[in-house]
Every structure is written in C-alpha cells, then in structure tokens.
C-alpha cells in the first residue's frame, strides 16, 4: 500500500530548539507539501516543493523553511520554535499532472507542542 | 483562489443517504472540485472529484450543478465509519506546476447508530 509517512506523530519542544519534521513517500511522487492544522482554521499552506531542491512559500511560510535534497524525502524546519507553532502538521504528495485531477495522499500528522 | 462554503456541521443516522453541500460561485472553467475526508486522528483522504459531470466511485458521488456554482457530496447509505469532516475544494487545472489545494474548514459530518 502506497504511503506517506511523517517520522514522529507527537513531539514536545521548548522554546527556542530548532525542530526537524521529516516525511518520506514511496510513491515517486513530484509534488510535496507541508500544511499546519489548527482548530478553527483548517488546513494552511506553508510550503510545497514540485521537484528536488525546488520550494515554493505557500500561504504563511514565516518562521519556517523547508529542505528537498532527494524526491522522496520533505523535511519541514523550525529554526527557533515558539509557543504559537503548536500545532498540528500534514505532510502529502502528488503527481504534477496538467489537469486539475492530481490527487493528495497525506500522512497522519506530526502533532508539535512548543512548551 | 475561488473559495468554497460548507455548512459547519450536519448529521445523519446511520445507513440513512447523506447530502453534503458546497457552494462555490466564484468557480471559474477551469476549476475541478474535489473532496477530501479527515477521519479523526489522521490525515485528509482524497474521496471524489469532478468538473462538469456527476461522477461515481466506490465511496460517493458527487452531483455538480448544471452552472457548477454549487455540488453535492453523496453518501449512499451512512455508517459510524463515515463520521469526519469533510472538505469540499477547488483545484485550478492551470496551476500546472502548482498543485496546492486551498482548504476551508469543512463540514463536521456527525453518525449517529
């Protein structure tokens, strides 16, 4: 069964400690994503990448960055993390097809609380 | 974007058809709607999408208006495992390389037995 797989579903930082999220997909798929989940607001964009070493700020990039040095593998980075980053983090993937039917396959999430 | 709007939540008893709706007047013709389910404690699941036809598959159906401004997500016969949210979504086809979907905040769809 085809997968995305986020490498730790709960973490506890304190502020300040840089934080890595990893994701790897065994698809061959193009396209990741990197989405924060908070009650209230749904899924938010913040990053996505089409190809290795190519990234894209998605609709609240700041205090992130991301890393693609190899297809399979999206890591999302927290360089100095806060209270206000805890959440709830998705990973997923897609083919680049030029049509609108591209489907996401998403992980189960990697849930941050910044102490 | 072109946005979408769902009802917060509704519910259903179990085995009975559910008919989840979304609005999105602002859809322009090139603009594919998909939905997506997030059980709770996972990650969203692709369920359905279409652009002008109704379309089947083994989990729903999706029936689209005839001006595309609005579609219905189609549960045939509800069951305990179809209570999540879920998330009606406009994918722009010529976004070619920049396949980001835009979620909203869903329908919370509650079963009851």
């Known amino acids: 069964d085809v997968k995305v797989t986020q490498s730790s579903r709960y973490l506890v930082k304190r502020t300040g400690e840089k934080v890595f999220l990893e994701c790897v997909q065994d698809?061959?798929?193009?396209?990741m994503f990197w989405y924060r989940q908070d009650p209230g607001l749904g899924l938010r964009l913040i990053y996505f990448?089409?190809?290795?070493?190519?990234?894209e700020k998605g609709d609240i990039p700041e205090g992130y960055s991301v890393s693609r040095e190899k297809k399979e593998r999206f890591s999302l980075i927290l360089e100095s993390a806060s209270t206000n980053q805890t959440s709830m983090y998705l990973c997923?993937?897609?083919?680049?097809?030029?049509?609108?039917?591209?489907?996401?396959?998403f992980g189960a999430g990697s849930r941050l609380t910044v102490l | 974007d072109a946005k979408t709007t769902q009802p917060n939540s509704m519910e259903s008893n179990e085995e009975e058809p559910v008919h989840l709706p979304c609005n999105h007047s602002?859809?322009?013709?090139?603009?594919?709607i998909h939905w997506y389910r997030q059980l709770p404690s996972q990650g969203p699941e692709y369920v359905i999408h279409?652009?002008?036809s109704n379309v089947n598959n083994r989990m729903a159906s999706l029936a689209i208006a005839e001006d595309r401004k609005s579609s219905t997500l189609i549960l045939h016969r509800a069951t305990l495992r179809d209570a999540a949210v879920y998330y009606c979504?406009?994918?722009?086809?010529?976004?070619?390389?920049?396949?980001?979907?835009?979620f909203g905040t869903g329908t919370r769809l509650q079963v009851f037995p």
């Open positions: 997923a993937s897609s083919f680049i097809r030029p049509s609108g039917a591209n489907v996401l396959t």
């Open positions: 698809m061959d798929h193009e396209n």
């Open positions: 990448s089409y190809d290795v070493k190519m990234k």
């Open positions: 602002t859809i322009s013709g090139t603009d594919y």
């Open positions: 279409g652009l002008t």
């Open positions: 979504i406009l994918r722009d086809s010529e976004s070619y390389n920049t396949d980001k979907l835009i």
